[in-house]
């Protein structure tokens, strides 16, 4: 099965391409829900300390007002993107006004619906399709799914990375090409193995009953305010977490074959029309209810663990970016909020993941039949609710596209033996060796579960007699003073300063540039292809 990953290990130990694979870059986007002090979640607006939301390339929202989205730019280095998230997180704590910061994926408190204000980003027709699009989230998911908390991992591999591997390899076409069908096999082969994500690092076994308002659930009661799952790692990858559920119904699902087959699945999804929101209607009033009624309004709505990106540029879609420039990043969003570190995530995880997305790469990427697409679905959902059960088995398929049962513990212990030799590549090429120890760290915990931060957070539940509300909100408070006694420089706090202004400058300068209606902007955009 592995045979195809050693050959290409071999070419890239006698090749000189040690330093093109220091070179890679990734960076952060992490997530966190904006609270008071109790625990529910902040009515105000955007602190307009940390610049406008629609601008600023580093503070930004999500969904809510109330959710922070933090944006490091790519980095050089695990090290690197560490830092620029503190600092991020350092400038903004120094301007939070009497509220934390959350410090878990699944939210705090939440009074129902209308206590998660939709986030706003000014009144120029950009800004409006932002918050009409999330508007139309809400109206479809419901607010609460909207409101939990990820980290997102993003990465590429280098220009002179490509260059020598197309050449190593034999890959035929433009470069682009290449690097796109690569890309493309990357995307494939995380979704197999995706699941050994939350397994590791998943850190949502258990959630605030507030937040099913009062739904029936399968969960287990933990105390009086807490629901869980004994072996759960993420139910925030669950099926309690956000889902698209529409394109099965429909006959649409993303299409992951090839790059083309990927932005016509996309394009097809957001062109289809959904009787079920048609009844939502669009513009109801006056107000956009949400940006069509299709099966998704853009592509951002379509749920994966992980994508192909390229920027856009301008109002371009990203189905348009990705068909015109091919894949330039790999996003991968299965990451929970780690509420161990007040980074939300930490080195030795992302020293896992780039060996993670180098193995992928170098490992066979076959196309997906329906039945492997089905199993990882399955697979998913079984890791998030059940990952760390005794004997758990998931579904695997075989080199001649069968489906066979192998258990959880096996098959993690196979893919991580086999990284061993990815991460020592890692660790020659950056003159450490961080990456070798990060993976043995991580088959520790394969063989014993209960080193997985979610086992670590009930385990700390049950000592301190404590549901899940007043854990997040200890460790929320614990980071909290982590920052206040951790100072930013003058010249970063400068630097963010700058960041505002300009920030603002463009908002103001964008309001003053539009030169239609919202109607006819919206009805362009949808147009564009």
Not at 281 to 302: H, M, P, S
């Amino acid at each position: 099965m592995y045979q195809l990953l050693q050959q290409r290990l071999k070419l890239l130990d006698i090749s000189d391409l040690e330093q093109a694979l220091a070179s890679s870059r990734m960076g952060l986007e992490k997530e966190s829900l904006r609270v008071l002090p109790e625990g529910g979640i902040s009515q105000t607006p955007h602190p307009a300390a940390w610049g406008s939301a629609l601008t600023n390339p580093q503070i930004t929202t999500d969904f809510s007002e109330a959710l922070t989205e933090l944006v490091t730019p790519p980095c050089d280095s695990v090290i690197e993107v560490i830092q620029s998230l503190d600092d991020i997180q350092s400038f903004v704590y120094r301007n939070l006004d009497n509220e934390i910061l959350w410090a878990t994926s699944m939210p705090c408190v939440v009074a129902g619906e209308t206590s998660i204000p939709l986030a706003k980003y000014g009144s120029s027709n950009a800004a409006q399709m932002k918050t009409a699009y999330r508007r139309g989230l809400g109206l479809r998911y419901g607010r609460a799914m909207q409101v939990i908390a990820g980290v997102h991992f993003n990465y590429s591999f280098s220009d002179a990375f490509w260059a020598q591997y197309q050449k190593l390899s034999g890959g035929g076409g433009g470069s682009q090409d290449f690097i796109s069908e690569q890309y493309m096999g990357v995307v494939r082969n995380l979704l197999r193995y995706g699941w050994l994500v939350p397994y590791l690092f998943g850190a949502s076994p258990a959630v605030c009953k507030s937040f099913l308002n009062g739904k029936r659930t399968i969960l287990q009661e933990f105390n009086s305010n807490t629901y869980y799952e004994p072996y759960a790692t993420s139910l925030r990858l669950g099926d309690i977490g956000y889902q698209n559920n529409k394109e099965d119904l429909a006959g649409i699902k993303a299409c992951y074959d090839s790059l083309d087959a990927y932005v016509d699945s996309m394009r097809c999804a957001i062109n289809t029309p959904y009787s079920g929101y048609e009844k939502i209607g669009v513009k109801v009033n006056g107000i956009y209810q949400q940006l069509n009624a299709n099966i998704l309004q853009i592509e951002n709505e379509y749920y994966s663990s992980v994508r192909p990106k390229q920027i856009p540029q301008g109002d371009e879609k990203p189905s348009t970016a990705l068909k015109e420039r091919g894949v330039a990043y790999i996003e991968l969003r299965s990451l929970d909020v780690n509420a161990f570190d007040p980074h939300g995530i930490n080195s030795d995880q992302l020293y896992f993941l780039e060996v993670f997305m180098l193995f992928c790469l170098l490992q066979s990427s076959p196309e997906l039949n329906r039945d492997e697409i089905t199993a990882i679905d399955e697979n998913l959902l079984l890791v998030a609710h059940k990952g760390r059960e005794p004997g758990l088995d998931l579904r695997r398929t075989d080199v001649n596209g069968r489906n066979q049962k192998i258990s959880l513990q096996d098959w993690a212990s196979e893919l991580c033996n086999e990284m061993k030799a990815v991460a020592n590549l890692l660790d020659r090429a950056n003159y450490c060796e961080n990456y070798f120890s990060s993976v043995k760290s991580q088959i520790a915990s394969v063989f014993d579960p209960e080193l997985t931060p979610s086992a670590r957070m009930l385990a700390e539940m049950r000592e301190r007699d404590e549901g899940f509300f007043h854990y997040a909100q200890r460790m929320s408070k614990h980071h909290t003073q982590y920052y206040e006694n951790h100072a930013l420089s003058t010249e970063k706090n400068a630097f963010f300063e700058k960041l505002t202004t300009e920030s603002f400058a463009r908002q103001k300068q964008i309001e003053e540039d539009d030169s239609m209606g919202f109607d006819e902007y919206l009805e362009s955009y949808l147009k564009n292809v």
